[in-house]
């Protein structure tokens, strides 16, 4: 049974759920060896109201001893309570828990509150009794050289009496840091501090660290995990992320709340904080403020290619800053910059949103370069790095970046340029429903397929004469191999007129695209009858050719039986409610999400397969939606571009 993210006992109950589907070296404990500490090592402990004390572990230490010291040190109540590291729960064995790992503390309870303030004791207490600077960067990467130089010159800077400011926009809490010369050099946004977390400034309050969060597929206190995320998966600079780590940082000048009304406390005392660290990058504006046709091709394209990646759901105009390059023969040219990628690598399946899909620059085909790049992106390398850099990440978000850069590879391999891949990733909606996006469909029918499969295995053998029989019967009726153009063609109906929807992002009608197939398909009509007679046998690709009798043998069933369509008001375990507790509160303010197919709660085996399906899927997928953007370019040749 998968879990449910909105139940707050099952958000910090993720034991055993999550297994390693990628690689055999990493089950259970393994997914954490090859950098294994002997000895002492160093944790910082989060409670679920945001307080956070380092401590020294050693190998006879325990989850009991870790609770001891917080309620000591921090006279927090730790009965009732689970010390969660990433997806496991920690007992007795904290052997699974690197050097420099964020570990945080929650309660069981069901009904649990967040009105328990964060008692904390003076910061200087704190400083003394866990032997910490005021900066401390979490991990060891040799991609934090960087980040370490601007914590000394902060430091500095905090020494001599430059305070940080507050950043006035946005949701969550920010703060520039400069250096002693009064310049901004890095933002800092602490984990507690962001929308709905207990101590945000704003008044987006109202649920603890842990629970779903402003997506329901990223949780509360775990954006900063994937700010640093995003920063590890740039290889090269390829998309120019500015260098990001997580620290644990004491000032003052952080927020406290009393309670669950949000209600700031008055007293400034010294405030522990883990809070994700970005160099500030100077620049002249952002995106919304500058035309998006002066952009470089290759800077929106090395963006896009990174968002794809790691499904940025949140890729608008405001966090693409816009830096004019100054010097001999830089007249007019800009850089860009992306930021804030805290609602990357989501859990599940959802509508992202990519800010560059309609720009001009999106649908010029990559260049030889960046194919380059893209075919050597390997995601299990991938999922290997970010789980020894960051080992509380969960594996779901692995999982989701595993299936986009497969997504990506495949699609840039086929031909498709990154408007087209974008598309494919968005929802559509129509007449006020969300729909799947083409990725969801095809995820959809990979996972049908696998639970066909299972049911095979679990089936009697004395049914497997049957099967055997109406298989043949239906070789006899396609004994020659399927044209890939036949395979699309069998993808787009079944995807059409089984689910009922349409191709695309929103830009253009359903019946646009239907009209323009049909041109398409009665001017090749000809050539593709001649085709299936004359197509050489080494031109002939049987691969399709199973693939497209599997897709015309299933069907996905009545939409509705399979996923809800949503409109209007949303359940109160989304992201709206229609309760309110005087304060604003992103429930409130925010549309929900669904999501349509889950891929969290497959297992080791049954992940490995759907992998395997989804990318036999994807071929026809792809011939479809290129069917779909040539028929279109025909039409608007012909002059039908213009509606009145």
């Known amino acids: 049974m998968s879990r449910k993210l909105d139940s707050p006992v099952q958000t910090q109950m993720a034991v055993a759920v999550f297994k390693t589907p990628l690689s055999g070296e990493y089950h259970g404990n393994k997914r954490v060896e090859g950098k294994q500490p002997a000895g002492r090592r160093r ?198 992320v500015p260098p990001t780590a997580l620290v644990k940082i004491t000032h003052s000048i952080f927020n406290i709340n009393d309670g669950v009304n949000g209600n700031k406390t008055h007293n400034k005392n010294l405030v522990s904080k883990i809070a994700s660290f970005q160099q500030f990058i100077k620049h002249n504006f952002d995106a919304s403020d500058h035309g998006t046709s002066s952009f470089p091709v290759s800077e929106v394209h090395h963006i896009g290619i990174l968002d794809i990646r790691i499904f940025n759901t949140d890729r608008h105009a405001g966090n693409l800053l816009v830096r004019k390059l100054d010097g001999v023969g830089s007249f007019g040219q800009v850089e860009l910059i992306p930021i804030d990628h805290g609602l990357c690598l989501p859990e599940t399946l959802e509508d992202p949103y990519f800010e560059w899909i309609h720009w001009p620059q999106a649908s010029i085909p990559f260049s030889d370069d960046e194919l380059e790049y893209i075919r050597k992106l390997d995601p299990l390398s991938d999922c290997e790095m970010l789980r020894r850099e960051l080992p509380m990440i969960r594996e779901a978000c692995l999982r989701m970046l595993v299936l986009c850069t497969i997504f990506l590879k495949e699609a840039a391999e086929f031909g498709l340029c990154l408007s087209e891949i974008g598309e494919m990733m968005s929802r559509e909606f129509r007449a006020g429903e969300e729909e799947p996006s083409e990725l969801e469909v095809v995820c959809i029918e990979a996972r049908r397929l696998v639970e066909e499969r299972e049911k095979e295995v679990l089936s009697p053998k004395a049914d497997a004469g049957d099967e055997e029989f109406l298989f043949d019967l239906d070789c006899e009726d396609a004994a020659f191999d399927f044209t890939p153009k036949m395979a699309a063609d069998d993808y787009m109906s079944r995807a059409q007129f089984h689910l009922g929807i349409g191709f695309g992002n929103g830009r253009f009608a359903l019946s646009k695209l239907d009209e323009s197939i049909e041109e398409l398909e009665e001017s090749e009509g000809e050539e593709e009858q001649e085709g299936f007679t004359t197509l050489p046998a080494t031109e002939r690709i049987p691969s399709i050719s199973k693939l497209s009798m599997s897709l015309k043998t299933t069907c996905l069933g009545d939409k509705n039986q399979k996923y809800q369509k949503f409109s209007g008001s949303k359940p109160e375990n989304g992201c709206l409610s229609n309760t309110s507790s005087g304060h604003r509160s992103a429930n409130e303010q925010l549309p929900a999400c669904v999501s349509f197919v889950k891929l969290a709660d497959l297992g080791e085996d049954e992940w490995t397969l759907f992998l395997e399906k989804f990318q036999e899927l994807l071929y026809p997928a792809f011939a479809a939606r290129k069917s779909v953007t040539v028929g279109l370019r025909q039409r608007q040749r012909l002059g039908t571009s213009c509606q009145f």
């Not at 679920?48 to 917080?70: F, I, Q």
């Not at 704003?202 to 842990?210: I, N, P, Q, R, S």
């Open 43 to 240: 944790v910082f402990v989060q409670t679920e109201t945001g307080c956070v004390l380092g401590m020294d572990l050693d190998r006879s230490d325990n989850a009991h001893t870790v609770k001891r010291r917080l309620q000591l040190a921090l006279n927090v109540p730790t009965d009732e309570s689970s010390l969660t590291f990433g997806d496991m729960v920690l007992k007795n064995d904290l052997s699974a828990v690197r050097n420099d790992s964020p570990l945080l503390l929650t309660r069981n309870y069901l009904h649990r509150s967040s009105s328990t303030p964060c008692l904390s004791p003076r910061g200087n207490d704190i400083q003394q009794r866990d032997r910490s600077g005021p900066i401390e960067i979490l991990g060891q990467s040799d991609c934090f050289a960087i980040t370490k130089k601007m914590v000394k010159d902060i430091v500095k800077a905090i020494k001599m009496g430059v305070d940080p400011i507050p950043v006035n926009g946005g949701l969550g809490g920010a703060y520039y840091f400069r250096n002693s010369r009064y310049e901004n050099v890095a933002i800092v946004k602490p984990t507690d501090e962001e929308p709905f977390a207990p101590n945000n400034p704003k008044g987006f309050v109202g649920k603890a660290l842990g629970q779903p969060g402003l997506k329901r597929s990223v949780r509360v206190g775990e954006t900063g995990i994937r700010e640093v995320a995003a920063y590890l998966l740039d290889h090269d600079h390829f998309a120019n």
